[in-house]
């Protein structure tokens, strides 16, 4: 598999574009704005200009034959993702049907199990509306690689950190944390391993995979891991009840949704090591990074 097309280069997107063609990867990026566009061109990328909200709009995409990795969010509001729906019709009307699809999830789609771990065998049953667009996508996935003979493979990925991706304001403005004793466990993966997490996936492997670096923390953990290491005072510490009141809904579904995400099939099938086993070693390496 030497073309891949990747639809939605942004944060991630634009890392895995960067690699993949200094491994030889033919490349094309599907971006939003003209500026996203210029800054991958500059890069020596292939792109094109193409937002996914109106099935009208969406000019010719060049998949055929290609190696898919989706990364484009669901639209705000609702339980379905109407992207992907959008996209998915564009490629069928257009007849560009990949060889391979690689979809960059979410691990919300499991919701809240009290901090239960979660393999990829375990029950989706997503709280939040972003999961239950996340657990549309994949069904509708699903679906269209089983129509037309397509391999999948499903990521469902923990919260991504890296460099540029610190919540330096947060911390700055003394945003509001949930007290360590009501904070419950969550999980992250360092961007880096999660690029190489989604190269390993366009040469093998099928089916959903769990992307964690499978060392859970709760948020304010993360918060306060951060906070130390750029050495800023620690953000104040509230109640759930007060969290509930002064937290952005999204911020706070954050705080209160608990699991413990297993990465063991993601580690073994894709033979991977991790760069950033732990938060405290991924937070040094993304601070130093954006001094560089």
């Known amino acids: 598999?030497?073309?891949?097309?990747?639809?939605?280069?942004?944060?991630?997107?634009?890392?895995?574009a960067l690699q993949a063609a200094a491994k030889g990867y033919q490349l094309i990026a599907q971006v939003r704005n003209e500026e996203?566009?210029?800054?991958?061109?500059?890069c020596g990328i292939q792109t094109i200009c193409?937002?996914?909200?109106?099935?009208?709009?969406?000019?010719?995409?060049?998949?055929?034959?290609?190696?898919?990795?989706?990364?484009?969010?669901?639209?705000?509001?609702?339980?379905?993702?109407?992207?992907l729906r959008n996209f998915l019709a564009a490629l069928e009307r257009d007849q560009q049907l990949p060889?391979?699809?690689?979809?960059?999830?979410a691990s919300s789609v499991y919701g809240d199990t009290g901090g239960a771990v979660v393999n990829e065998d375990s029950l989706t049953a997503?709280?939040?509306?972003?999961?239950?667009?996340?657990?549309d996508a994949e069904d509708q996935l699903h679906a269209f690689a089983?129509?037309?003979?397509i391999a999948l493979v499903i990521l469902r990925i923990s919260a991504i950190y890296g460099a540029g991706r610190l919540p330096l304001m947060q911390i700055s403005q003394g945003q509001p944390l949930l007290r360590e004793e009501e904070a419950k466990l969550s999980n992250r993966i360092h961007v880096d391993d999660l690029v190489q997490?989604?190269?390993?996936?366009?040469?093998?492997?099928?089916?959903?995979?769990?992307?964690?670096?499978?060392?859970?923390?709760?948020?304010?953990?993360?918060?306060n891991c951060c906070a130390d290491a750029l050495e800023l005072p620690r953000q104040p510490q509230i109640t759930m009840a007060e969290a509930q009141k002064v937290m952005p809904p999204l911020l706070f579904n954050y705080f209160v949704e608990?699991?413990?995400?297993?990465?063991?099939?993601?580690?073994?099938?894709?033979?991977?090591?991790?760069?950033?086993?732990?938060?405290?070693?991924?937070?040094?390496?993304?601070?130093?990074?954006?001094k560089g």
């Open 1 to 16: 598999m030497k073309q891949i097309y990747i639809a939605g280069c942004g944060y991630t997107g634009k890392r895995i």
């Open 126 to 135: 997503p709280t939040s509306a972003m999961g239950k667009r996340r657990l």
């Open 50 to 83: 193409a937002a996914v909200d109106q099935l009208d709009e969406i000019p010719f995409l060049p998949c055929a034959d290609s190696c898919l990795l989706y990364s484009i969010p669901p639209q705000g509001g609702g339980n379905i993702d109407l992207r």
């Open 99 to 105: 060889a391979r699809i690689i979809y960059l999830g």
């Open 36 to 42: 996203r566009a210029k800054e991958l061109a500059d």
């Open 197 to 223: 997490v989604c190269l390993a996936a366009v040469e093998h492997g099928s089916g959903i995979y769990n992307v964690s670096d499978g060392s859970p923390g709760s948020m304010t953990s993360y918060f």
């Open 146 to 149: 089983e129509k037309h003979r």
């Open 258 to 290: 608990s699991r413990v995400v297993d990465n063991g099939k993601m580690l073994h099938e894709f033979n991977i090591k991790l760069h950033y086993p732990d938060m405290q070693s991924g937070v040094k390496a993304s601070i130093m990074a954006g």
